[in-house]
């Protein structure tokens, strides 16, 4: 009766092992999700900055297409709004109503 008892006890503590590390990998894994989507979402920030400060040198200087650290510009200006476009894609639309 005694080792029935005693299995009976390390298969509680084996259970709550495992139990344990399963909840330990789950949050373990969802604080590194967290911290990858914050890279990447700062990495973005980071891409669209850079955009931004290449078309406000473009707009200094006067020109409507400038590409510089892999970035190519282009500003388009209306009469009434500026678009801002990286490689053809829009990344800012400014009008004035």
Known sequence: MVSIVRRKIRAYILL???TALALLTFIV???L?????TKQD???YNQDREVLLVARM?????????TLNGYEVTVVKQSDSWAIFNKGKE???VSKK
């Open 16 to 18: 709550e092992s495992l």
């Open 29 to 31: 894994s969802l604080v």
């Open 33 to 37: 999700s967290a911290i990858d989507k």
């Open 42 to 44: 700062l990495a973005s």
């Open 58 to 66: 473009a707009l200094q200087t006067g020109q409507d297409k400038l």
């Open 91 to 93: 990344v800012l639309h």
